[in-house]
């Protein structure tokens, strides 16, 4: 989680952190694989990730009356709820809020530049190669010709020559017909599409683990608390040993850190699901919206469409929509 702070801080843009998050083959917060921009914005502006910080400024727990009193900065000594590490400071975060806003204001210009120079961006980091995982690069050959070209190329093979990976250059406009292709193909079979799309969505939905691990986490750290109140008491009637008493407090304490971070994992893992339903509402919404088949590629529809594009060879993409469902695309005759 303070990579993914540290590196946005550093410039990296949510792609190249999720990029980066795939390579080191770190799990998500799911377990899965695949890392997708929006789970790493999600982590940018889940203020669960310096939670602790806010609780800690505003309440204190008498553990003797149980009563919850405003912490106005002096003792804290019985401060068991809070008493955990915070994820990333506030400084981090709110550095990171900043940050996007940033970007954000930059982007509003991008995107008006991207619009008028049409599709030539509309291809950026979504193409990987499927030999080495790279990402693909735009070149464009003979710029100053009137054959010039534009491919798309493995990053690899630019910068470390076929003998690291010897992926096949690809046609910029083969790329573009061929998701019009696949959209059209789509827009055709638009009724059978949608319902495999809300089948899918449904027993992901269905397969949630539910409430129940939760509650049995909250259940635990219920305990934990209670167990730590105890230690308290104990402790404040000289009924146990200094040495014991700091053991014993670390020990729980650690115990209950490591279920508030199951906890937090359960809870995105929830988030997570909501957003893929989105994302396939999304589509949905766009395949009904849509009156006619694509006569030429199409920047928005695209990028609403798609994750990414695997080339497994010149002849042969993957494309990952937005809903994680992935579809091959092969050129028969070329
Ligand atoms: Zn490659």
Redesign the pocket.
């Known amino acids: 989680m303070r990579r993914i702070y540290e590196e946005y801080l550093d410039g990296k843009s949510y792609q190249a952190i999720a990029r980066g998050l795939m390579r080191d083959k770190i799990k998500t917060v799911t377990g899965g694989d695949t890392w997708w921009d929006s789970s790493i914005t999600l982590i940018l502006t889940n203020e669960k990730y310096y939670g602790a910080l806010l609780q800690q400024k505003t309440v204190t727990v008498d553990f003797l009356t149980h009563k919850r009193i405003r912490n106005k900065g002096q003792e804290q000594q019985y401060l068991i709820e809070d008493n955990h590490e915070p994820i990333v400071s506030k400084e981090i975060f709110d550095a990171v809020q900043k940050e996007k806003e940033r970007r954000a204001k930059l982007k509003g210009s991008v995107m008006r530049e991207s619009k008028r120079y049409s599709s030539k961006y509309a291809l950026s980091s979504k193409v990987y190669?499927?030999?080495?995982?790279?990402i693909f690069k735009r070149r464009t050959w003979n710029s100053n010709n009137p054959s010039k070209k534009v491919v798309w190329q493995?990053?690899?093979?630019v910068n470390e020559g076929k003998a690291?990976?010897d992926?096949k250059s690809v046609d910029e406009q083969v790329l573009h017909s061929a998701f019009v292709r696949l959209f059209n193909r789509m827009y055709e079979n638009k009724e059978r599409l949608i319902k495999t799309l809300k089948a899918n969505i449904e027993s992901a939905l269905s397969s949630r683990v539910g409430q129940e691990p939760l509650l049995d986490i909250e259940g635990q750290m219920q305990q934990l608390k209670s167990d730590l109140k105890e230690l308290v008491n104990l402790k404040l009637r000289n009924q146990m040993d200094e040495t014991v008493y700091d053991e014993e407090t670390a020990r729980l304490s650690n115990e209950l850190n490591e279920l508030r971070q199951q906890k937090l994992i359960l809870e995105q893992e929830e988030d997570q699901k909501a957003k893929i339903k989105e994302r396939v509402d999304e589509i949905i919404q766009l395949l009904n919206s849509r009156q006619d088949i694509l006569e030429q590629f199409d920047d928005y529809l695209f990028n609403a469409l798609v994750e990414k594009i695997t080339i497994l060879s010149p002849a042969h993409f993957v494309f990952t929509l937005k809903s994680g469902m992935s579809i091959d695309e092969i050129i028969e005759d070329q």
Not at 129 to 134: D, H, I, K, L, V
Not at 154 to 157: A, E, G, I, N, P
């Open positions: 190669c499927g030999c080495c995982g790279a493995c990053k690899t093979y690291a990976c992926a």
